[in-house]
């Protein structure tokens, strides 16, 4: 893979959205969990606690707020990365989620406005038994209405080479 | 209420109560609605066969969730989750539905954890474990770790 090129990715903005935490939106998460919490879903119940109030489960952030119909959740890779991975021979569709990693600072309240920001954190290369392998890490930082630092989150993506 | 746990209740080496989760196609489905990641690899056949994964598999991001709820349910209202990590080093294939609300016989994971340290930092009571997603066979699919603050009784 050309390293001049990826190392020049490597700190890029991949954007920068805003997230909306719904009530609704925590319980319908917990229930996909199958997380019966009070604190995400009793309101009477999260009033009496020390939160004061329904929170969601860490590593939900709410919804994208301002973005147009049918648009993917995930953040899409940005050309300047996909272009010297895919010259290297990584293809797209075997991407792979290969793990994340949070820090948790502050609870995310419903009725919590975030906004997150995206950076490419790291590219790294491996080879293993089916060949190379790609990790691609990207950092989102999220802070809530207050600008207070709420979380932070890295994701890594596995991508698999055709290439030897 | 909960019982609370505290920090002087947890010993090094101590297990973490385990979490038992099953997966159906149908659970990925509202996962999907849930979480808003609607990659077909996760629900449609056709596409899994296409992508080489076979059939569909259980979402990394809800294995995920599963670990977190692990540590959050132990740890109690007045625990925090500081630090949080899992990678995906397997994959997991969900029941499919025999009924509309029963699923096939299958496997049945197990969510664990161990305690590896205990300390105080500054003045907040940590904890941090090993943590880990088992499937039917034994076999670990998700292995992780988490630090936690708990409340003191003093």
């Known amino acids: ?155 890594s993506t596995i991508m698999r080479s055709l290439s030897a | 209420m909960k019982k609370q746990l505290y920090w002087e209740d947890v010993a090094d080496g101590g297990e973490i109560t385990p979490l038992s989760k099953i997966a159906t196609t149908a659970m990925l489905v509202r996962w999907a609605g849930g979480s808003g990641d609607f990659n077909p690899l996760h629900y449609d056949k056709v596409f899994a066969e296409g992508a080489g994964v076979g059939q569909p598999i259980v979402h990394g991001a809800l294995k995920r969730q599963w670990l977190i709820q692990l540590m959050t349910d132990w740890i109690g209202d007045q625990g925090w989750l500081k630090q949080f990590s899992c990678q995906y080093r397997a994959m997991d294939i969900p029941r499919a539905m025999r009924t509309m609300t029963d699923p096939v016989d299958g496997e049945t994971w197990l969510c664990k954890g161990k305690v590896t340290k205990k300390y105080i930092d500054g003045d907040a009571h940590c904890v941090d474990c090993d943590i880990w997603i088992e499937n039917g066979k034994g076999e670990i699919t998700t292995p992780g770790k988490a630090t936690v603050i708990l409340p003191a009784r003093n």
């Open chain 1, 1 to 155: 893979m050309p390293a001049e090129e990826i190392s020049q990715v490597i700190g890029k903005s991949v954007g920068v959205r805003m997230f909306e935490v719904e009530r609704g939106a925590i319980r319908r998460f917990a229930d996909a969990v199958g997380d019966a919490n009070p604190l995400f879903r009793d309101v009477d119940y999260a009033h009496k606690s020390h939160y004061g109030d329904i929170i969601a489960p860490p590593g939900f952030f709410g919804w994208p707020l301002k973005q147009p119909m049918g648009s993917p959740l995930v953040v899409e890779f940005p050309a300047e990365l996909m272009g010297p991975l895919m010259k290297a021979g990584y293809m797209a569709a075997t991407a792979l989620d290969g793990g994340m990693e949070y820090d948790f600072f502050l609870p995310v309240y419903a009725g919590d406005t975030l906004t997150s920001s995206t950076i490419v954190k790291d590219v790294r290369e491996r080879t293993g038994r089916g060949g190379k392998m790609c990790f691609i890490i990207l950092e989102t930082t999220y802070l809530n209405q207050n600008g207070d630092l709420v979380a932070k989150a890295r994701a």
